[in-house]
Nanobody
Framework: QVQLVESGGGLVQPGGSLGLSCAASGSIFSIYVMGWYRQAPGKQRELVATISSGGSTSYADSVKGRFTISRDNAKNTVYLQMNSLKPEDTAVYYC???????????????WGQGTQVTVSS
């Protein structure tokens, strides 16, 4: 099995910064795209940012220029640095990874448990 464990959420004032991390562990042959999604109360889960195994990144328009996604392939970990946070960034943030558990397995999608980010004064 593959587990994704997130950390780093919390309460921050508008304009502040917060960093999230997500470590994958378990049976891992290869990790492909990793990403962050978020879900605010009453809204659908939305894509925040993704990063390929080679380091190519993409961002939602709402976070471009403020958030930075990165990864450490040696540690099977993906990070999200969030700057200039706004109240509308408040949500539960979920980590996602496309993982091939063994050489013969197909690629599967795994999710973390979610971490709350609250931006409020």
């Amino acid at each position: 099995q593959v587990q994704l464990v997130e950390s780093g959420g919390g309460l921050v004032q508008p304009g502040g910064s917060l960093g999230l991390s997500c470590a994958a562990s378990g049976s891992i042959f290869s990790i492909y795209v990793m990403g962050w999604y978020r879900q605010a109360p009453g809204k659908q889960r939305e894509l925040v940012a993704t990063i390929s195994s080679g380091g190519s990144t993409s961002y939602a328009d709402s976070v471009k220029g403020r958030f930075t996604i990165s990864r450490d392939n040696a540690k099977n970990t993906v990070y999200l640095q969030m700057n200039s946070l706004k109240p509308e960034d408040t949500a539960v943030y979920y980590c996602n990874a496309q993982v091939k558990p063994t050489m013969t397995d197909m690629r599967r999608s795994y999710w973390g448990q979610g971490t709350q980010v609250t931006v409020s004064s």
